[in-house]
């Protein structure tokens, strides 16, 4: 093994390190010195050099502050310091320049620039027109996502009243039992007068065409209902969560009857479910 | 896809930077305005982490500027691309900056800053842009295992020695060198596809 070969091994450890700034001086030193005559160190610094050079691309990108271009401009001494900062400003001096060369060009050379104008102009339109493709896309993206929020929120807004009226201080429970044309369907209601009523059934009958199941709090003059309709999913199961007014009588009963699409104001079908209170 | 790569290798060295570059050697302010647009974002971004100090990354974009604007025409292109020169200049600089505030360490101004972190783009092109190009570079990294990361990061971003890296990150010295040039040799595999 040479001793060039040694020297090499020694200091390949030091290539990323180099790259990186991460080196003591007297180590740094040593190592340019070894660089110098080491092509394959040589090649690794500048292939590690580029990897790193990507590195500020993962950081979260902050707009410098509008004064800083001024302030920048002004140091290199450009009039255009002053003006307002926009894609255009300050091309006026450059275009006058070409104004006073333009007599020299012949038409023929006008002819090429042009041509070769809307050649660029071409590929610009094009760029332009897959960056839009792309920004479609996304707002698309976008906007399913909104969707999906706001879906998201809706349910989750409802979880939250549920879990608010099953553990409301005033909680009262019915249980609802089956009635003679469907003995096995069962409900229960949790009804607390301050955050609504929670109402959960199973094994209910499929529902006859035009008809929706009505849920309904009785009290001692009356059967209340407001619009509380329903539809049970495949397997006859349904939870809905009712807001109840703060001010009804005392109920004696919940109950379940089939009535007309829509709902009615009293109950007039069967009763499906029916629950006293204790 | 592929439009997507060919977006982001135009944006890592586009030979309009060149001609801006070339611009700029002669002396036309324009072009270095030009320069400053498509690129201060990115300085700034990358002078901020380092330091955490708004006012003094602005004074590195500012120098980063100045220097580009004096040393243009002696600036040999084969040398690598133009944005990674003026990277080089902008952590060279801020990593200075940050040594010399060690010796007399001052109040950390990190919350203020994390909080003008809103990411805004100036237009829809460069955010796509910088989508793609972040996106890679952020998949990169997160593959990596977390020792590497951070050692690459406290080199780069903090200025560090491998001793006091060592030191920060408990691990023997031997440990420190050896992942970072795995870390390294990982990155570059995995943006060599995309990165000219």
């Known amino acids: ?278 | 896809m592929w439009l997507l790569l060919a977006v982001v290798q135009r944006a890592a060295g586009s030979p309009a930077d060149q001609f801006t570059l070339e611009r700029i050697a002669r002396g036309d302010g324009d072009a270095l305005a030009e320069l400053y647009d498509r690129h201060a974002r990115l300085i700034y971004s990358l002078a901020l982490r380092i330091l955490r100090d708004q006012a003094d990354a602005e004074d590195v974009v500012q120098e980063v500027f100045s220097q580009a604007w004096r040393q243009a025409a002696r600036y040999s292109a084969g040398r690598g691309n133009l944005v990674a020169w003026l990277l080089t200049m902008a952590r060279s600089r801020a990593i200075d900056r940050l040594r010399a505030r060690r010796v007399r360490p001052s109040s950390s101004t990190s919350e203020q800053v994390l909080a003008a972190m809103k990411d805004e783009a100036p237009s829809v092109e460069m955010r796509l842009e910088w989508a793609g190009r972040a996106a890679q570079v952020r998949q990169a990294l997160d593959a990596l295992p977390l020792l590497q990361r951070m050692a690459i990061e406290l080199a780069f971003y903090e200025g560090l020695t491998h001793a006091e890296i060592a030191e920060r990150l408990e691990q023997p010295l031997g440990t420190v060198k050896t992942r970072i040039r795995q870390g390294l040799l990982k990155l570059r595999d995995q943006l060599a596809g995309a990165v000219p």
């Open chain 1, 1 to 278: 093994m040479s001793p060039t070969d040694l020297d090499h091994q020694a200091f390949q450890e030091s290539v990323g390190l180099y790259v990186l700034d991460a080196l003591p001086t007297d180590e740094r030193e040593a190592f340019e010195r070894h660089l110098r005559s080491c092509d394959t160190c040589a090649a690794e610094v500048r292939s590690f050099r580029s990897a790193a050079d990507a590195l500020p691309y993962a950081l979260p990108q902050v707009d410098p502050p509008s004064a800083l271009r001024a302030r920048v401009l002004a140091a290199a001494g450009h009039p255009l310091s002053g003006r307002a900062a926009g894609p255009d400003a300050g091309r006026a001096p450059a275009f006058s320049i070409w104004q006073s060369r333009i007599g020299w060009l012949s038409a023929a050379a006008l002819l090429v620039v042009s041509v070769g104008v809307s050649g660029y102009a071409l590929t610009l339109r094009q760029r332009v027109g897959g960056l839009e493709l792309q920004l479609q896309d996304a707002i698309a993206r976008v906007t399913r996502s909104e969707q999906q929020l706001a879906t998201a929120t809706a349910s989750a807004a409802r979880a939250e009243v549920r879990l608010a009226v099953i553990t409301a201080p005033d909680l009262a429970q019915v249980a609802l039992a089956g009635q003679p044309p469907s003995p096995r369907a069962t409900g229960r209601a949790f009804w607390s007068r301050t955050r609504g009523l929670m109402f959960a059934a199973s094994n209910l009958p499929p529902l006859p065409s035009n008809r929706i199941y009505q849920f309904w709090v009785v009290t001692a003059t009356s059967a209340i209902s407001s619009g509380w309709t329903f539809r049970p999913d495949e397997s006859g199961r349904a939870a809905e969560l009712f807001a109840t007014a703060p001010d009804i009588p005392p109920p004696v009963a919940m109950a379940v009857t089939i009535e007309p699409e829509g709902g009615v104001p009293a109950p007039t079908g069967d009763k499906v479910l029916v629950g006293t209170t204790q």
